[in-house]
């Protein structure tokens, strides 16, 4: 996993390709440049924070509909639409839709710079906050089904008397499987360990 | 050859097939209607005063509606000749009242019955009166028009009714000191037997000049018309022996009346298909124009976008190129290729520059010596619906000899039929009371032929007189601005030049040049269809 952000370029005209990827070389962006969607799509995308610099006018389909369809895809980095002829409500669906920003060409090379670096640090969070998500998951799957289920009572506020009650359990068990779970999920209050089930999304005290 | 752009008004149409067979079974119902009153037509008949009130009622509104249809037409047409017809018959109708009037034995009650005189005196008055309108119609120019036809109709109906009622004024008073044409109150004295002669004269000549010229439809319907009123005369004062309510008598007014009732009939048929061609061509035009407009539009907005493809590429090569040189290090080799590819796009923006060029000037290199008139008389018809609808007068001034000039006829064509539809634009924004767009030829430079198209609308305001050549540079609420700038283009890639003046007292005036052809061939050896 690496941090150097990478900008992708798509427009079916090379000149303006050529010119766009000099332009970003020149603030230190690595480049890739693509003449369609489907070059991009079929191109292995770098595990890097990215943004996508997408004309909207693309040969034989739109931008408009390449972006819903990367949506659809999921992990799709952030992009800014440039087009020769923008329209408001073309702008309009196409923020709606998430894109970081709608440039119509000529551009001023400060707004679009500002625009990829915008779209980067969103992709930046995003991965972040994806990775983050995982690592819990991941800690997540390391309990035992008993432990699961005390974490789950814990967390919806029962002391650890009511938690031994309610599963036949001592209570100094209880406190055992509680102390496994806080190394495990790495939570070091009752706070910490409401916070991690919340994201996860556990239905608590369900089973 | 009559402008294609007025065939479809009756004055100045040829019959259709279908109205040739109506003629004929006309012509052949009064031939027959003669031969067969003719053994009868001597008889007296009794108590028949009683249909007069209804045959001169016929009579009236007949001719009255004739003379209001003919009104209408030469208030679009301004022809003299149309206008002289249409007095002819508004006279023969305001007078078909008084004669019924007057009928002895008719309207005993009103006692205006005791002027033995005044009836004949009217009758006659009555066909000789509509008799000498028909042949100045006949003898007319149709060419010869008038400037404002609403004041002529006005006056020639005013002249017309003050000119019967002295006429009536005359005959009642004064009748006791002229000649008398009835012996009583049936029969005529020998001083008639001049009347039905002179009527009989004047409708040969009007027949045999319309039938000779054979102008348009309507020429013929009148003759017709003048065919029906001398059978009727003939009916009524020699086979019918010149006495009044004789069978020959009746039956000569009566196959007159339906003549008239058939000729006012075809008339009005005529009248309300062509509004209804008229008004069906009219949006024809106006789809066509719509297109024209959506076209230009897909066209300017196509161009736009192949303009900026380089224009956008050029400022991120600026910009990339200024980036690479204020690094800490500059980059002098990125800078360089940056600069590269800015004048390779500069270049490409320059071959679709030159590329629209030759789009636009598709084929300008087939030049042929093309007749200017035909040029322009080929626009005026294909403008004619709009023109009509914006109440747009055109008037030619074209000099005697045949103007020729070195062109491509479809582009001169366009710019010809642009140059119109903006004067007419102009001056129906423009509300005023004149419109006239008048075109001439004339010689320019040596070596050059001129044609200026002057309109009467508001003019152009000389702020944007300089610019209106431009590209999007439009006076129209809905203008591209593509039109003027597309005609000068074509002109002055014919070698030629298209400027603008003010018209006076209102106006603009567009005016061109073109190379003159040395070669003088025949016109109609170049047509124009595109």
Same mark, same amino acid.
């Given at each position: ?207 | ?14 019959? /259709?097939?279908?109205?040739? &067979? ?205 065919? /029906? ?14 006495? &009044? ?46 297109? @024209? ?91 004619? /619906?709009? @023109? ?47 419109? @006239? ?51 000068? /283009? ?20 567009? @005016? ?19």
């Amino acid at each position: 996993m690496s941090d150097d952000p990478v900008v992708y370029v798509i427009d079916d005209d090379p000149a303006i390709r050529v010119s766009l990827e000099s332009l970003l070389a020149s603030v230190g962006y690595a480049v890739r440049t693509f003449g369609s969607a489907e070059d991009f799509l079929a191109a292995e995308q770098a595990d890097a924070p990215a943004c996508l610099v997408l004309d909207v006018r693309l040969k034989g389909r739109s931008g408009l509909e390449f972006q819903r369809e990367l949506a659809r895809r999921g992990q799709s980095p952030p992009i800014v639409f440039v087009t020769g002829h923008g329209d408001v409500p073309m702008s309009v669906a196409a923020m709606k839709a998430g894109a970081v920003e709608f440039l119509t060409k000529p551009f001023r090379d400060q707004d679009l710079l500002d625009a990829v670096h915008e779209g980067i640090e969103r992709h930046r969070r995003e991965r972040d906050e994806a990775s983050a998500m995982g690592q819990i998951q991941g800690r997540y799957e390391t309990l035992s089904p008993r432990e699961r289920q005390v974490a789950a009572l814990v967390a919806s506020g029962l002391m650890n008397k009511q938690v031994a009650d309610r599963l036949g359990l001592s209570e100094v068990t209880v406190k055992v499987h509680r102390a496994q779970i806080m190394h495990k999920l790495q939570a070091r209050t009752l706070a910490d360990l409401i916070r991690i089930t919340d994201r996860l999304g556990i239905a608590l005290g369900q089973d | 050859m009559p402008p294609s752009s007025d065939q479809r008004l009756i004055s100045t149409s040829l019959p /259709s097939d279908t109205q040739l &067979r109506v003629i004929f079974a006309v012509v052949v119902m009064l031939v027959v209607a003669l031969a067969v009153t003719a053994p009868y037509a001597g008889r007296p008949t009794q108590g028949t005063e009683i249909f007069l009130p209804a045959y001169a009622a016929a009579v009236f509104v007949i001719e009255m509606t004739t003379a209001a249809l003919l009104f209408a037409t030469f208030r679009v047409q301004r022809s003299v000749p149309l206008l002289v017809l249409a007095s002819g018959y508004l006279l023969s109708a305001v007078l078909a009242v008084p004669w019924a009037l007057s009928f002895p034995g008719v309207f005993s009650v009103l006692a205006w019955d005791q002027n033995l005189q005044a009836t004949a005196w009217i009758a006659a008055i009555r066909r000789i009166g509509f008799a000498v309108a028909v042949v100045g119609f006949a003898l007319s120019d149709p060419r010869r028009t008038v400037r404002s036809p609403g004041r002529w109709v006005l006056a020639c109906v005013g002249g017309l009714l003050a000119g019967a009622a002295a006429v009536l004024w005359f005959v009642v008073t004064a009748t006791q000191s002229l000649p008398a044409f009835m012996a009583d109150a049936r029969s005529t004295a020998p001083a008639w037997a001049y009347v039905p002669p002179l009527a009989l004269l004047l409708y040969a000549v009007g027949i045999a000049v319309l039938l000779t010229r054979r102008r348009s439809t309507l020429d013929i319907w009148m003759s017709v018309a003048l065919l /029906s009123l001398f059978v009727e005369i003939l009916l009524i004062s020699y086979m019918g022996a010149a006495v &009044r309510l004789s069978i020959g008598w009746w039956s000569g007014r009566f196959f007159g009346l339906v003549a008239a009732g058939t000729i006012l009939l075809v008339l009005l048929a005529e009248t309300t298909g062509s509004y209804a061609r008229l008004a069906q061509a009219a949006v024809n035009e106006r789809r066509a124009r719509r297109d @024209r407009m959506t076209a230009m539009e897909a066209l300017s907005a196509s161009i736009a976008h192949e303009i900026n493809q380089p224009l956008a590429s050029m400022v991120t090569n600026a910009n990339a190129g200024l980036r690479w040189l204020s690094r800490a290090e500059p980059q002098i080799g990125e800078a360089e290729a940056a600069l590269k590819r800015i004048v390779d796009d500069g270049h490409r923006a320059d071959k679709i520059v030159s590329g629209i060029r030759t789009m636009f000037l598709k084929g300008a290199q087939e030049r042929v010596a093309v007749d200017l008139k035909c040029v322009i008389n080929e626009a005026l018809g294909r403008s004619a /619906s709009e @023109r009509a609808l914006a109440a747009v007068e055109v008037e030619t001034v074209y000099p005697p000899e045949i103007k020729m000039v070195i062109c491509n006829p479809i582009q001169l064509l366009q710019v010809v039929s642009n140059l119109i539809d903006n004067a007419v634009d102009a001056m129906k924004a423009g509300g005023g009371r004149v419109r @006239r767009l008048t075109i001439s030829i004339e010689d320019g430079e040596p070596g050059e032929v001129e044609a200026s198209f002057a309109d009467t609308g508001p003019g152009v305001s000389p702020d944007i007189a300089d610019r209106i050549f431009l590209p999007f540079v439009s006076t129209k609420p809905d203008g591209m601005g593509m039109g003027l700038m597309f005609c000068r /283009s074509v002109i002055e890639a014919h070698g030629g030049r298209l400027w603008i003046a003010a018209n006076a007292p209102t106006g603009a005036v567009f @005016r061109f040049s073109l190379p003159a052809s040395t070669v003088v061939e025949a016109s109609n050896q170049v047509g124009v269809h595109p």
